[in-house]
């Protein structure tokens, strides 16, 4: 399978997950895709920080590493928007 739709079908994965749990994010599919290909760049920064790997194909590890990844990511917006309505 072509890398460019493992990190679309990883993406629109973990961006779902990671909008369900933080309870906020962009609407409809782009938007999860948008978050979950972002938090797959966060997800495999911090987890080859910590000596891990970080997206390595179409697998549950990959998908994980996004979804922590996109979690981090909502989790900064969130600040960063409560930062500006004060």
Known sequence: MSVFWVWVIVGIIAGYLAKSVMREGPHGIVGDLIVG?????????????????GVTGLNITSIVVAFV?????LWIIRQLNRGRAR
């Open 69 to 73: 990844g996109a979690v981090v990511f």
């Open 37 to 53: 290909v972002i938090g797959a760049f966060v997800g495999g920064w911090i987890f080859n920080y910590f000596g891990r790997a």
